[in-house]
């Protein structure tokens, strides 16, 4: 199962490739076997939504028009309107769901794949995520290097993130202003796992990740 969190934006619906920027990771989703279900979480006055450029993604993709003000709240309704959809079929053991970034179009299904297998049946979920290269500051006042911070186990979250239903459900109860799933799984004292993803699944927030994404969705598909 798979829930896409995201409220209504222009980024995400700007051209990539020739697609609007969230049909390409709906898409990875949508062909991953180990998925069952792919539900999009769009604000509900939400009128920019693409509806008939999704139509050929087939019958895994459902769109929830639950969004809330912040993301966690917005995969929190998610979470909560997929559960009255599926009913029975949400029990325990099959319970799974994967959050993911409207915002990351360059995901691909090998990256899932690896994340579902890794991840297993660890009560406490995981995540992609990348190891810190470079090295990193702290900047104080007018921007001027406060301390340097040593890199050593420092890793960048990205997603999908994987967490069982009703955990994760619980879990943005409890710490509902987290910028992220693991952040609200780890205020349970639970420890996600890290699964080593690579730069290529990034996130989109300048002009120019824009291009970059262009390019490496461009060039993944050449022989």
């Known amino acids: 199962m798979g829930v896409l969190s995201g409220r209504a934006a222009p980024k995400q619906y700007l051209p990539l490739a020739g697609q609007p920027m969230i049909r390409h990771a709906l898409a990875t989703l949508c062909a991953t076997p180990a998925i069952a279900n792919v539900f999009v979480v769009l604000a509900p006055d939400d009128a920019l939504w693409p509806a008939a450029q999704m139509v050929a993604l087939g019958p895994k993709l459902r769109v929830l028009r639950c969004g809330g003000e912040i993301r966690a709240q917005s995969v929190a309704n998610g979470l909560r309107a997929m559960a009255a959809e599926l009913g029975d079929q949400l029990e325990i053991g099959n319970d799974w ?16 794949e690896k994340l579902i ?28 290097i406060l301390q340097t911070v040593p890199r050593e186990g420092l890793w960048q979250a990205q997603t999908p993130q994987m967490f069982r239903h009703r955990t994760l459900l619980a879990a943005l109860d409890l710490a509902p202003q987290v910028t992220d799933e693991a952040g609200a799984i780890e205020a349970m004292g639970l420890s996600p796992r890290l699964v080593a993803a690579d730069a290529s699944n990034l996130k989109v927030t300048y002009p120019l990740d824009l291009q970059l994404a262009a390019w490496i969705l461009e060039n993944r598909a050449k022989p």
């Open 97 to 112: 769901v994967l959050v993911h970034d409207a915002a990351r179009p360059c995901l691909t299904v090998a990256m899932v």
């Open 117 to 144: 297998t890794e991840v297993g049946q660890d009560d406490a979920g995981g995540l992609l995520a990348v190891p810190v290269a470079d090295t990193l500051k702290r900047a104080g006042e007018d921007d001027r």
